[in-house]
């Protein structure tokens, strides 16, 4: 089956450490993108990839980093610089030339 | 700068009767228009797109919306509600509709369907 799956689905940790969520896609898309959503406020784009070995920042990047070695793989850290990361983390894909995103399941990341 | 406003922040329905989410919109440019739906802790699924073609647009499981560049809408629809259609539900607007362009989210509209 394509598809976009992330794990884990749900995540615990203390506040001060870094987390790395992973996502990955065999849908052979180039573009990738991870979004944060919390309650009532829609999805905000966290960081965005159009190609591998590069990204940008998207409206909220600060106290997020991202690596993009493989077109399949789009993980992303939420470092101790983020001030509030409890929140629900979907990553998407695209294929080049369509502006359609295909989404995950979602990883919920809860920091104690 | 595109936007996207959902009107309702949450819209009750009976089961069997008729579905209206109101989305309106701004862009600069011709924009693509897509509504998707989210089930509780899950991820987003495409319902329907606009992408210039056809101004009403039929999607997944009985949705339609219709594109009003004179009102700036692009409100979802459904005949007759069922209990399945309960979850959250996103208007988005993309400018463009070729090559890579960002997508803006509304804050999303809860649909509540009782018996």
């Known amino acids: 089956d394509g598809g976009i799956t992330q794990s884990p689905k749900y995540l615990f940790r203390k506040e001060g450490q870094n987390v790395t969520l992973s996502c990955e896609q065999n849908?052979?898309?180039?573009?990738m993108y991870w979004y944060r959503q919390d309650p009532g406020q829609g999805l905000r784009l966290i960081y965005y990839?159009?190609?591998?070995?590069?990204?940008q920042k998207g409206d909220i990047a600060e106290g997020y980093s991202v690596s993009r070695e493989k077109k399949e793989s789009f993980p992303l850290t939420v470092t101790s610089a983020q001030k509030n990361p409890t929140a629900f983390y979907l990553c998407?894909?695209?294929?080049?030339?369509?502006?359609?995103?295909?989404f995950g399941p979602g990883t919920r990341l809860t920091v104690l | 700068a595109q936007s996207v406003t959902q009107l309702d922040s949450h819209v009750s329905v009976s089961e069997g009767t008729p579905v209206l989410l109101r989305c309106n919109y701004s862009?600069?440019?011709?924009?693509?228009l897509f509504w998707y739906v989210q089930h509780p802790n899950k991820g987003l699924q495409l319902l329907l797109k606009?992408?210039?073609?056809?101004?009403l647009v039929k999607g997944i499981n009985g949705f339609e919306a219709e594109f009003k560049k004179s009102e700036t809408s692009f409100h979802l629809t459904k005949p007759s509600a069922h209990m399945s259609d309960a979850a959250e539900y996103f208007c988005?607007?993309?400018?463009?509709?070729?090559?890579?362009?960002?997508?803006?989210f509304g804050k999303g509209t809860m649909l509540l369907v009782s018996p």
């Open positions: 998407a894909s695209s294929a080049t030339g369509y502006n359609e995103q295909f």
């Open positions: 849908l052979n898309h180039d573009a």
């Open positions: 990839s159009q190609i591998v070995n590069d990204f």
């Open positions: 862009s600069s440019y011709s924009p693509s």
């Open positions: 606009y992408t210039s073609a056809a101004t």
């Open positions: 988005v607007v993309s400018e463009g509709n070729s090559g890579y362009s960002t997508l803006t």
